[in-house]
Protein backbone atom coordinates (compact mmCIF):
# COMPACT_ATOMS: atom_id res chain seq x y z
CA UNK A 1 0.00 0.00 0.00
CA UNK A 2 1.45 3.68 -1.06
CA UNK A 3 1.73 6.38 1.55
CA UNK A 4 -0.96 8.44 -0.60
CA UNK A 5 -4.13 5.53 0.15
CA UNK A 6 -2.70 4.85 3.28
CA UNK A 7 -3.28 8.55 4.03
CA UNK A 8 -6.93 7.92 2.70
CA UNK A 9 -7.55 5.27 5.16
CA UNK A 10 -6.56 7.22 8.34
CA UNK A 11 -8.90 9.75 7.01
CA UNK A 12 -11.52 8.05 6.46
CA UNK A 13 -11.44 6.03 9.54
CA UNK A 14 -11.12 9.65 10.96
CA UNK A 15 -14.04 10.55 9.76
CA UNK A 16 -16.60 7.56 9.74
CA UNK A 17 -15.86 8.02 13.66
CA UNK A 18 -16.73 11.69 13.67
CA UNK A 19 -19.79 11.13 11.37
CA UNK A 20 -20.75 7.70 13.74
CA UNK A 21 -20.60 10.02 16.47
CA UNK A 22 -23.05 12.77 14.71
CA UNK A 23 -25.38 10.17 13.77
CA UNK A 24 -25.75 8.61 16.91
CA UNK A 25 -26.93 11.76 18.67
CA UNK A 26 -29.40 13.11 15.85
CA UNK A 27 -31.01 9.44 15.45
CA UNK A 28 -30.78 8.36 18.92
CA UNK A 29 -34.74 7.62 19.11
CA UNK A 30 -34.23 5.15 16.51
CA UNK A 31 -30.69 3.61 16.33
CA UNK A 32 -30.07 0.05 14.59
CA UNK A 33 -26.69 -1.10 15.36
CA UNK A 34 -26.51 -0.84 11.02
CA UNK A 35 -25.58 2.66 11.76
CA UNK A 36 -21.88 1.58 12.42
CA UNK A 37 -21.40 -0.73 9.44
CA UNK A 38 -23.52 1.73 7.38
CA UNK A 39 -21.40 4.73 7.82
CA UNK A 40 -18.30 2.93 7.18
CA UNK A 41 -19.46 2.66 3.75
CA UNK A 42 -20.73 6.72 3.72
CA UNK A 43 -17.28 7.61 2.77
CA UNK A 44 -17.28 6.77 -1.07
CA UNK A 45 -19.81 9.50 -1.10
CA UNK A 46 -18.54 11.80 1.39
CA UNK A 47 -16.37 13.29 -1.89
CA UNK A 48 -16.83 14.55 -5.47
CA UNK A 49 -15.33 14.19 -8.72
CA UNK A 50 -12.06 15.86 -6.81
CA UNK A 51 -8.63 14.16 -6.63
CA UNK A 52 -7.05 14.94 -3.29
CA UNK A 53 -4.41 17.91 -4.80
CA UNK A 54 -4.71 19.63 -7.75
CA UNK A 55 -5.74 18.20 -10.97
CA UNK A 56 -6.73 14.60 -12.73
CA UNK A 57 -3.87 13.87 -14.86
CA UNK A 58 -4.50 11.12 -17.81
CA UNK A 59 -2.83 8.54 -16.06
CA UNK A 60 -4.25 5.10 -14.22
CA UNK A 61 -2.91 6.20 -10.41
CA UNK A 62 -4.27 9.74 -10.68
CA UNK A 63 -7.22 8.55 -11.94
CA UNK A 64 -7.73 6.69 -9.04
CA UNK A 65 -8.28 9.77 -7.12
CA UNK A 66 -11.81 9.78 -8.51
CA UNK A 67 -14.69 9.61 -5.85
CA UNK A 68 -18.58 9.04 -6.65
CA UNK A 69 -20.96 11.77 -5.95
CA UNK A 70 -23.63 11.69 -3.16
CA UNK A 71 -26.10 12.44 -5.81
CA UNK A 72 -25.28 9.21 -7.65
CA UNK A 73 -25.23 6.94 -4.53
CA UNK A 74 -28.59 8.53 -3.56
CA UNK A 75 -30.46 8.69 -7.39
CA UNK A 76 -30.94 4.94 -7.57
CA UNK A 77 -32.50 5.01 -10.77
CA UNK A 78 -31.78 6.46 -13.89
CA UNK A 79 -33.52 6.04 -17.58
CA UNK A 80 -31.85 6.04 -21.02
CA UNK A 81 -32.82 4.86 -24.29
CA UNK A 82 -31.66 3.45 -27.85
CA UNK A 83 -32.49 5.53 -31.04
CA UNK A 84 -31.16 6.07 -34.04
CA UNK A 85 -32.10 5.11 -37.84
CA UNK A 86 -32.27 1.51 -36.55
CA UNK A 87 -35.28 2.59 -35.17
CA UNK A 88 -36.35 2.64 -38.84
CA UNK A 89 -35.58 -1.20 -39.70
CA UNK A 90 -37.06 -2.56 -36.01
CA UNK A 91 -36.06 -5.97 -36.73
CA UNK A 92 -34.20 -8.02 -33.86
CA UNK A 93 -31.34 -5.75 -32.81
CA UNK A 94 -30.06 -2.63 -32.78
CA UNK A 95 -26.77 -4.57 -34.17
CA UNK A 96 -29.08 -4.69 -36.90
CA UNK A 97 -26.66 -2.50 -39.40
CA UNK A 98 -23.75 -4.77 -38.53
CA UNK A 99 -25.46 -8.03 -39.42
CA UNK A 100 -27.11 -6.71 -42.41
CA UNK A 101 -23.69 -5.91 -44.27
CA UNK A 102 -22.12 -9.03 -42.80
CA UNK A 103 -20.58 -11.39 -45.53
CA UNK A 104 -23.16 -14.42 -46.20
CA UNK A 105 -19.32 -16.59 -46.86
CA UNK A 106 -18.74 -15.53 -43.04
CA UNK A 107 -19.76 -17.42 -40.27
CA UNK A 108 -22.74 -15.59 -38.77
CA UNK A 109 -24.13 -15.15 -35.52
CA UNK A 110 -26.67 -17.69 -34.87
CA UNK A 111 -29.50 -15.57 -33.57
CA UNK A 112 -28.95 -13.06 -36.78
CA UNK A 113 -28.32 -14.92 -39.48
CA UNK A 114 -31.52 -13.78 -40.92
CA UNK A 115 -30.98 -10.13 -40.92
CA UNK A 116 -29.00 -9.83 -44.66
CA UNK A 117 -31.56 -11.92 -45.99
CA UNK A 118 -34.76 -10.09 -44.34
CA UNK A 119 -32.96 -6.64 -45.38
CA UNK A 120 -32.40 -7.90 -49.08
CA UNK A 121 -36.00 -8.86 -49.44
CA UNK A 122 -37.67 -5.77 -47.36
CA UNK A 123 -35.34 -2.89 -48.44
CA UNK A 124 -33.31 -4.07 -51.29
CA UNK A 125 -29.42 -4.90 -52.52
CA UNK A 126 -27.12 -3.24 -50.08
CA UNK A 127 -25.35 -1.41 -53.32
CA UNK A 128 -28.77 0.17 -53.45
CA UNK A 129 -30.31 0.24 -50.08
CA UNK A 130 -27.63 0.84 -47.22
CA UNK A 131 -27.54 1.68 -43.75
CA UNK A 132 -27.35 5.17 -44.86
CA UNK A 133 -31.00 5.13 -46.73
CA UNK A 134 -32.58 4.68 -43.25
CA UNK A 135 -31.83 8.02 -42.26
CA UNK A 136 -34.41 10.17 -44.14
CA UNK A 137 -36.81 7.69 -42.99
CA UNK A 138 -35.84 8.62 -39.04
CA UNK A 139 -38.07 11.58 -38.53
CA UNK A 140 -39.12 12.11 -34.94
CA UNK A 141 -41.98 14.01 -36.13
CA UNK A 142 -44.09 13.28 -33.11
CA UNK A 143 -41.26 13.79 -30.40
CA UNK A 144 -41.90 15.76 -27.38
CA UNK A 145 -38.69 15.39 -25.61
CA UNK A 146 -40.62 17.27 -22.31
CA UNK A 147 -43.76 14.97 -22.76
CA UNK A 148 -40.48 11.71 -22.15
CA UNK A 149 -39.09 13.94 -19.09
CA UNK A 150 -42.15 14.34 -17.62
CA UNK A 151 -43.04 10.27 -18.10
CA UNK A 152 -39.44 9.30 -16.86
CA UNK A 153 -39.85 11.13 -13.83
CA UNK A 154 -43.31 10.60 -12.90
CA UNK A 155 -41.52 6.92 -13.23
CA UNK A 156 -39.21 8.07 -10.40
CA UNK A 157 -35.78 8.34 -12.45
CA UNK A 158 -33.33 10.34 -10.80
CA UNK A 159 -31.39 10.54 -14.05
CA UNK A 160 -31.99 10.48 -17.94
CA UNK A 161 -29.55 9.92 -20.48
CA UNK A 162 -30.08 10.52 -24.01
CA UNK A 163 -28.93 8.23 -26.35
CA UNK A 164 -25.82 10.07 -28.29
CA UNK A 165 -24.02 7.92 -30.47
CA UNK A 166 -24.32 3.77 -30.94
CA UNK A 167 -21.99 1.91 -32.48
CA UNK A 168 -23.47 2.69 -36.19
CA UNK A 169 -22.01 5.59 -36.26
CA UNK A 170 -24.79 7.88 -36.46
CA UNK A 171 -24.62 11.25 -34.13
CA UNK A 172 -27.99 12.19 -32.52
CA UNK A 173 -26.62 16.17 -31.98
CA UNK A 174 -24.88 18.65 -33.96
CA UNK A 175 -21.38 17.52 -34.21
CA UNK A 176 -18.75 18.90 -35.82
CA UNK A 177 -16.75 15.53 -35.98
CA UNK A 178 -19.57 12.70 -37.69
CA UNK A 179 -21.16 14.52 -40.32
CA UNK A 180 -23.84 11.81 -40.43
CA UNK A 181 -26.02 13.54 -37.50
CA UNK A 182 -29.39 14.10 -36.86
CA UNK A 183 -29.45 17.62 -36.56
CA UNK A 184 -28.73 18.04 -40.61
CA UNK A 185 -30.09 14.65 -41.59
CA UNK A 186 -33.10 12.74 -40.57
CA UNK A 187 -34.71 14.21 -37.92
CA UNK A 188 -33.01 17.66 -38.17
CA UNK A 189 -33.14 17.95 -34.63
CA UNK A 190 -30.05 18.41 -31.95
CA UNK A 191 -31.52 15.32 -29.86
CA UNK A 192 -29.16 15.39 -27.28
CA UNK A 193 -29.83 19.31 -27.04
CA UNK A 194 -33.11 19.20 -26.85
CA UNK A 195 -33.16 16.22 -24.71
CA UNK A 196 -30.59 17.13 -22.30
CA UNK A 197 -32.16 21.00 -21.87
CA UNK A 198 -35.69 19.46 -21.02
CA UNK A 199 -34.15 16.99 -18.30
CA UNK A 200 -32.33 20.32 -16.84
CA UNK A 201 -35.59 22.42 -17.35
CA UNK A 202 -37.29 19.40 -14.92
CA UNK A 203 -34.27 19.28 -11.90
CA UNK A 204 -32.88 15.75 -12.81
CA UNK A 205 -29.40 15.02 -13.53
CA UNK A 206 -28.83 14.59 -17.36
CA UNK A 207 -26.77 12.34 -19.04
CA UNK A 208 -25.27 10.88 -22.41
CA UNK A 209 -25.41 7.32 -23.64
CA UNK A 210 -22.01 6.77 -26.09
CA UNK A 211 -21.66 3.44 -27.42
CA UNK A 212 -18.74 5.05 -30.24
CA UNK A 213 -16.06 2.31 -28.91
CA UNK A 214 -16.73 -0.38 -31.78
CA UNK A 215 -17.43 1.52 -34.22
CA UNK A 216 -14.30 1.58 -35.75
CA UNK A 217 -14.74 -2.81 -36.19
CA UNK A 218 -18.25 -2.00 -36.82
CA UNK A 219 -18.91 -2.47 -40.49
CA UNK A 220 -17.59 -5.08 -42.94
CA UNK A 221 -16.90 -3.79 -46.04
CA UNK A 222 -16.73 -4.98 -49.61
CA UNK A 223 -17.02 -3.17 -52.99
CA UNK A 224 -20.59 -4.48 -53.99
CA UNK A 225 -21.61 -2.39 -50.64
CA UNK A 226 -22.67 0.96 -50.12
CA UNK A 227 -20.32 1.20 -47.87
CA UNK A 228 -16.87 0.71 -50.19
CA UNK A 229 -17.67 4.43 -51.33
CA UNK A 230 -15.52 6.91 -49.64
CA UNK A 231 -18.06 9.70 -49.83
CA UNK A 232 -19.61 7.90 -46.68
CA UNK A 233 -17.04 7.45 -44.21
CA UNK A 234 -18.64 9.82 -42.40
CA UNK A 235 -21.29 7.27 -41.44
CA UNK A 236 -19.24 4.15 -41.91
CA UNK A 237 -15.92 4.95 -41.20
CA UNK A 238 -12.56 4.62 -43.58
CA UNK A 239 -12.58 1.22 -45.56
CA UNK A 240 -10.63 -1.47 -43.54
CA UNK A 241 -10.18 -5.31 -43.78
CA UNK A 242 -11.93 -7.44 -41.56
CA UNK A 243 -9.23 -8.09 -39.24
CA UNK A 244 -7.38 -4.42 -39.45
CA UNK A 245 -6.64 -3.13 -35.86
CA UNK A 246 -7.66 0.35 -34.95
CA UNK A 247 -5.62 3.32 -36.34
CA UNK A 248 -4.50 6.31 -34.84
CA UNK A 249 -6.81 8.26 -36.26
CA UNK A 250 -9.51 6.28 -35.13
CA UNK A 251 -8.50 6.40 -31.50
CA UNK A 252 -7.91 10.42 -31.98
CA UNK A 253 -11.32 10.36 -33.18
CA UNK A 254 -13.14 8.58 -30.88
CA UNK A 255 -11.80 11.12 -28.31
CA UNK A 256 -12.39 13.91 -30.37
CA UNK A 257 -16.09 13.05 -30.16
CA UNK A 258 -16.36 12.70 -26.16
CA UNK A 259 -14.92 15.50 -26.05
CA UNK A 260 -16.96 17.17 -27.82
CA UNK A 261 -20.21 16.03 -26.17
CA UNK A 262 -18.43 16.86 -22.67
CA UNK A 263 -18.04 20.43 -23.64
CA UNK A 264 -20.74 20.63 -25.93
CA UNK A 265 -23.53 19.56 -23.21
CA UNK A 266 -22.01 19.33 -19.38
CA UNK A 267 -23.34 16.11 -18.91
CA UNK A 268 -23.55 14.84 -15.12
CA UNK A 269 -23.47 11.14 -16.44
CA UNK A 270 -21.52 9.08 -18.99
CA UNK A 271 -22.70 5.64 -20.35
CA UNK A 272 -19.61 4.45 -21.99
CA UNK A 273 -20.41 1.10 -24.01
CA UNK A 274 -18.50 -1.06 -26.25
CA UNK A 275 -15.06 -1.26 -23.86
CA UNK A 276 -13.45 0.66 -26.28
CA UNK A 277 -11.44 -2.98 -27.46
CA UNK A 278 -11.44 -5.48 -29.85
CA UNK A 279 -14.79 -7.17 -29.91
CA UNK A 280 -13.58 -10.26 -31.61
CA UNK A 281 -11.07 -10.49 -29.79
CA UNK A 282 -13.56 -11.04 -26.38
CA UNK A 283 -12.18 -7.33 -25.30
CA UNK A 284 -9.02 -8.11 -24.90
CA UNK A 285 -7.00 -6.06 -26.64
CA UNK A 286 -7.40 -2.59 -24.42
CA UNK A 287 -7.27 0.00 -27.81
CA UNK A 288 -8.12 3.29 -27.30
CA UNK A 289 -6.69 3.15 -23.08
CA UNK A 290 -4.87 6.01 -22.95
CA UNK A 291 -7.46 8.12 -24.97
CA UNK A 292 -10.26 7.07 -22.60
CA UNK A 293 -7.49 8.04 -19.65
CA UNK A 294 -7.64 11.82 -21.77
CA UNK A 295 -11.44 11.10 -21.97
CA UNK A 296 -12.21 10.99 -17.87
CA UNK A 297 -9.98 13.48 -16.88
CA UNK A 298 -11.00 15.79 -19.16
CA UNK A 299 -14.08 15.15 -18.13
CA UNK A 300 -13.40 15.33 -14.39
CA UNK A 301 -11.05 18.45 -14.67
CA UNK A 302 -13.97 20.40 -16.49
CA UNK A 303 -16.59 19.45 -14.50
CA UNK A 304 -14.65 20.63 -11.18
CA UNK A 305 -13.85 23.98 -12.69
CA UNK A 306 -17.81 24.26 -13.03
CA UNK A 307 -18.27 23.13 -9.26
CA UNK A 308 -20.33 19.99 -10.95
CA UNK A 309 -20.12 16.56 -9.75
CA UNK A 310 -19.96 13.84 -12.64
CA UNK A 311 -20.29 10.11 -12.93
CA UNK A 312 -18.93 7.90 -15.65
CA UNK A 313 -19.74 4.07 -16.34
CA UNK A 314 -17.91 1.70 -18.23
CA UNK A 315 -18.63 -2.12 -19.23
CA UNK A 316 -16.21 -4.75 -18.90
CA UNK A 317 -13.69 -4.52 -16.23
CA UNK A 318 -11.78 -1.97 -19.19
CA UNK A 319 -11.00 0.42 -16.06
CA UNK A 320 -10.26 -0.17 -12.36
CA UNK A 321 -13.57 0.52 -10.10
CA UNK A 322 -11.65 3.28 -8.40
CA UNK A 323 -11.65 5.35 -11.80
CA UNK A 324 -15.45 5.53 -12.75
CA UNK A 325 -18.40 3.47 -11.97
CA UNK A 326 -18.29 -0.32 -13.10
CA UNK A 327 -21.62 -1.39 -15.00
CA UNK A 328 -23.05 -4.51 -15.83
CA UNK A 329 -25.46 -5.26 -18.42
CA UNK A 330 -28.37 -7.28 -17.59
CA UNK A 331 -26.16 -8.57 -14.51
CA UNK A 332 -24.97 -7.77 -11.76
CA UNK A 333 -23.36 -8.69 -8.28
CA UNK A 334 -24.39 -11.77 -6.04
CA UNK A 335 -22.90 -10.09 -2.96
CA UNK A 336 -23.31 -6.41 -1.01
CA UNK A 337 -19.75 -4.74 -2.62
CA UNK A 338 -19.42 -2.13 -0.55
CA UNK A 339 -15.69 -0.99 -2.32
CA UNK A 340 -17.40 1.06 -4.92
CA UNK A 341 -20.44 1.19 -6.38
CA UNK A 342 -21.52 -0.45 -9.31
CA UNK A 343 -24.56 0.00 -11.99
CA UNK A 344 -27.09 -2.52 -13.84
CA UNK A 345 -28.11 -1.57 -17.23
CA UNK A 346 -31.22 -3.32 -18.25
CA UNK A 347 -34.23 -3.09 -20.71
CA UNK A 348 -38.31 -3.20 -20.42
CA UNK A 349 -38.06 -4.94 -23.76
CA UNK A 350 -37.26 -9.09 -24.01
CA UNK A 351 -35.88 -8.65 -27.22
CA UNK A 352 -33.72 -5.38 -28.62
CA UNK A 353 -32.63 -2.36 -26.88
CA UNK A 354 -34.38 -0.32 -29.72
CA UNK A 355 -37.37 -0.43 -30.90
CA UNK A 356 -37.94 -4.28 -32.76
CA UNK A 357 -41.53 -5.47 -33.96
CA UNK A 358 -42.59 -9.05 -32.01
CA UNK A 359 -41.24 -8.46 -28.69
CA UNK A 360 -42.59 -9.08 -25.42
CA UNK A 361 -42.06 -7.40 -22.09
CA UNK A 362 -40.25 -7.95 -18.76
CA UNK A 363 -43.02 -7.74 -15.58
CA UNK A 364 -43.30 -4.83 -13.51
CA UNK A 365 -42.88 -7.40 -10.23
CA UNK A 366 -39.16 -8.43 -11.68
CA UNK A 367 -38.40 -4.99 -13.07
CA UNK A 368 -39.54 -4.00 -9.55
CA UNK A 369 -37.88 -6.89 -7.56
CA UNK A 370 -33.99 -6.27 -9.69
CA UNK A 371 -34.31 -2.74 -8.97
CA UNK A 372 -34.68 -3.49 -4.83
CA UNK A 373 -32.16 -6.03 -5.42
CA UNK A 374 -29.47 -3.92 -7.15
CA UNK A 375 -29.85 -1.43 -4.24
CA UNK A 376 -29.57 -3.68 -1.48
CA UNK A 377 -25.85 -4.76 -2.86
CA UNK A 378 -24.96 -1.04 -3.52
CA UNK A 379 -25.76 -0.58 -7.14
CA UNK A 380 -27.92 1.34 -9.52
CA UNK A 381 -30.22 0.03 -12.29
CA UNK A 382 -30.39 2.50 -15.58
CA UNK A 383 -33.04 0.99 -17.31
CA UNK A 384 -33.84 0.97 -20.85
CA UNK A 385 -37.09 1.84 -23.25
CA UNK A 386 -36.67 1.50 -26.84
CA UNK A 387 -38.79 4.81 -28.97
CA UNK A 388 -40.04 4.14 -32.36
CA UNK A 389 -39.15 6.34 -35.07
CA UNK A 390 -41.75 9.00 -34.94
CA UNK A 391 -40.69 9.70 -31.33
CA UNK A 392 -43.24 7.90 -29.50
CA UNK A 393 -43.40 5.24 -26.84
CA UNK A 394 -44.77 1.96 -26.81
CA UNK A 395 -47.54 1.45 -25.03
CA UNK A 396 -45.93 -1.26 -22.69
CA UNK A 397 -43.37 0.41 -21.86
CA UNK A 398 -45.46 3.56 -21.08
CA UNK A 399 -47.83 1.39 -18.96
CA UNK A 400 -44.63 -0.24 -17.05
CA UNK A 401 -42.93 2.71 -16.35
CA UNK A 402 -46.38 4.22 -14.68
CA UNK A 403 -46.88 1.33 -12.51
CA UNK A 404 -43.25 1.74 -11.24
CA UNK A 405 -43.82 5.09 -10.75
CA UNK A 406 -46.87 4.86 -8.76
CA UNK A 407 -44.75 2.11 -6.43
CA UNK A 408 -42.10 4.69 -6.07
CA UNK A 409 -44.39 7.24 -4.53
CA UNK A 410 -45.23 4.74 -1.74
CA UNK A 411 -41.97 2.97 -1.19
CA UNK A 412 -39.15 5.17 -2.94
CA UNK A 413 -38.40 5.90 0.85
CA UNK A 414 -36.79 2.70 0.87
CA UNK A 415 -34.83 3.29 -2.43
CA UNK A 416 -33.53 6.65 -2.72
CA UNK A 417 -31.01 7.80 -0.85
CA UNK A 418 -30.09 4.14 1.12
CA UNK A 419 -27.22 1.97 1.61
CA UNK A 420 -27.05 -1.46 1.84
CA UNK A 421 -27.20 -3.30 5.40
CA UNK A 422 -24.90 -6.04 6.52
CA UNK A 423 -27.02 -9.10 4.74
CA UNK A 424 -28.66 -7.95 1.36
CA UNK A 425 -31.49 -10.04 1.76
CA UNK A 426 -33.03 -12.96 2.12
CA UNK A 427 -35.74 -15.82 0.09
CA UNK A 428 -35.75 -17.22 -3.08
CA UNK A 429 -36.12 -16.53 -6.73
CA UNK A 430 -38.08 -17.69 -9.58
CA UNK A 431 -37.33 -18.12 -13.12
CA UNK A 432 -38.61 -16.37 -15.75
CA UNK A 433 -39.34 -17.04 -19.54
CA UNK A 434 -36.47 -16.69 -21.43
CA UNK A 435 -32.62 -18.54 -22.40
CA UNK A 436 -29.06 -17.16 -22.72
CA UNK A 437 -28.70 -13.22 -22.18
CA UNK A 438 -32.51 -13.25 -21.41
CA UNK A 439 -32.92 -15.39 -18.71
CA UNK A 440 -34.27 -13.78 -15.68
CA UNK A 441 -35.33 -14.50 -12.36
CA UNK A 442 -37.83 -12.68 -10.73
CA UNK A 443 -38.55 -12.84 -6.93
CA UNK A 444 -39.87 -15.51 -4.85
CA UNK A 445 -42.96 -15.14 -2.30
CA UNK A 446 -40.35 -15.55 0.87
CA UNK A 447 -37.95 -12.52 -0.78
CA UNK A 448 -37.09 -10.17 1.19
CA UNK A 449 -34.42 -7.08 -0.15
CA UNK A 450 -33.06 -5.20 3.19
CA UNK A 451 -31.81 -1.33 2.79
CA UNK A 452 -31.40 1.30 5.21
CA UNK A 453 -31.38 4.93 5.94
CA UNK A 454 -31.14 7.72 9.27
CA UNK A 455 -30.69 4.59 11.53
CA UNK A 456 -33.64 2.70 10.19
CA UNK A 457 -33.84 -0.72 8.10
CA UNK A 458 -36.47 -1.16 5.46
CA UNK A 459 -37.34 -5.15 4.60
CA UNK A 460 -38.77 -5.28 0.68
CA UNK A 461 -40.89 -7.76 0.93
CA UNK A 462 -42.48 -9.80 -2.24
CA UNK A 463 -45.10 -12.09 -0.85
CA UNK A 464 -48.22 -11.73 0.64
CA UNK A 465 -49.35 -14.57 2.67
CA UNK A 466 -52.78 -15.51 3.40
CA UNK A 467 -52.50 -15.86 7.07
CA UNK A 468 -51.55 -12.34 7.71
CA UNK A 469 -48.16 -12.66 9.08
CA UNK A 470 -45.06 -12.29 7.92
CA UNK A 471 -41.64 -13.47 9.41
CA UNK A 472 -37.88 -12.03 8.68
CA UNK A 473 -35.33 -14.40 9.31
CA UNK A 474 -32.71 -12.53 9.15
CA UNK A 475 -33.94 -10.49 12.48
CA UNK A 476 -34.54 -13.49 15.00
CA UNK A 477 -33.53 -12.81 18.31
CA UNK A 478 -30.97 -15.18 18.02
CA UNK A 479 -28.86 -13.49 15.56
CA UNK A 480 -26.78 -10.64 16.00
CA UNK A 481 -27.72 -7.95 13.59
CA UNK A 482 -29.85 -5.66 15.07
CA UNK A 483 -28.83 -4.70 18.84
CA UNK A 484 -31.55 -4.40 21.64
CA UNK A 485 -35.29 -4.14 21.44
CA UNK A 486 -37.56 -3.56 18.01
CA UNK A 487 -39.40 -0.59 18.95
CA UNK A 488 -41.83 -0.13 16.07
CA UNK A 489 -42.61 -1.62 12.80
CA UNK A 490 -44.31 0.37 10.16
CA UNK A 491 -45.54 -0.52 6.37
CA UNK A 492 -44.98 2.47 4.03
CA UNK A 493 -48.52 3.41 2.48
CA UNK A 494 -49.67 2.51 5.89
CA UNK A 495 -51.45 4.99 8.27
CA UNK A 496 -50.95 2.84 11.98
CA UNK A 497 -47.85 0.69 13.34
CA UNK A 498 -48.09 -2.57 12.92
CA UNK A 499 -47.95 -5.39 15.87
CA UNK A 500 -44.98 -8.16 15.44
CA UNK A 501 -43.34 -10.22 17.57
CA UNK A 502 -39.81 -11.71 17.95
CA UNK A 503 -38.18 -14.93 18.65
CA UNK A 504 -35.33 -17.29 17.57
CA UNK A 505 -37.55 -18.10 14.27
CA UNK A 506 -37.53 -14.33 13.51
CA UNK A 507 -39.64 -11.70 13.22
CA UNK A 508 -43.16 -11.67 12.50
CA UNK A 509 -44.97 -9.04 11.52
CA UNK A 510 -49.14 -9.09 10.85
CA UNK A 511 -49.65 -7.38 8.39
CA UNK A 512 -52.85 -5.18 7.87
CA UNK A 513 -55.82 -6.28 6.01
CA UNK A 514 -55.05 -4.96 2.26
CA UNK A 515 -52.17 -4.15 0.67
CA UNK A 516 -51.08 -0.08 0.26
CA UNK A 517 -49.94 -1.15 -3.41
CA UNK A 518 -49.44 -3.53 -6.13
CA UNK A 519 -46.11 -5.85 -6.19
CA UNK A 520 -43.69 -5.59 -3.08
CA UNK A 521 -44.36 -4.05 0.16
CA UNK A 522 -42.21 -2.26 2.30
CA UNK A 523 -41.76 -2.98 6.52
CA UNK A 524 -39.79 0.24 7.84
CA UNK A 525 -38.33 -1.00 11.28
CA UNK A 526 -36.88 1.25 13.65
CA UNK A 527 -35.25 -0.14 17.01
CA UNK A 528 -34.99 1.19 20.29
CA UNK A 529 -32.74 3.15 21.62
Request: net charge neutral.
Amino acid sequence: MNSLSKYRLAATAALTSSITFIKRISHSTNLLVITGPLLLYLNPCLGAATPLAGRFEATSESLKHYQVPQWYHDAKFGIYFHWAPFSVAAYKTEWYPKWMYWPEDQKSRKNFADIRPHHIKTWGPLDKFGYKDFIPLFKAEKWDPEAWVSLFKEAGAQYLVSAAVHHDGFAMWDSQYIPFNSAVMGTRRDVVGEFVAAVRKAGLKTGVSTHYGRHWSFYTFRPEYDNWDPKYEGLYGHRRGDNDPPKTEDEQHWENVLRELIDKYQPDYIFVDGCVADAEAQFKKPYFRQQFYNVLAHYYNSAQDRGQEVVLTYKRQFLNPAQAVEDFERSGMDHIRLESTWQTDDKIAVEGWCFVQNTGFWPVDYLIGALADIVSKNGNLLLNVGPRPDGTLREEEVRTLKEMGKWMKINGEAIYGTRPWQQFGEGSTVPLAGDGKNKKEKMGPDAVRFTTKDGALYAICFGWPETKQMTIKALSSGKKLASGEIRQVRMLGVEKPLKFSRDDKGLTVQLPESKPCDFAVVLKISASK
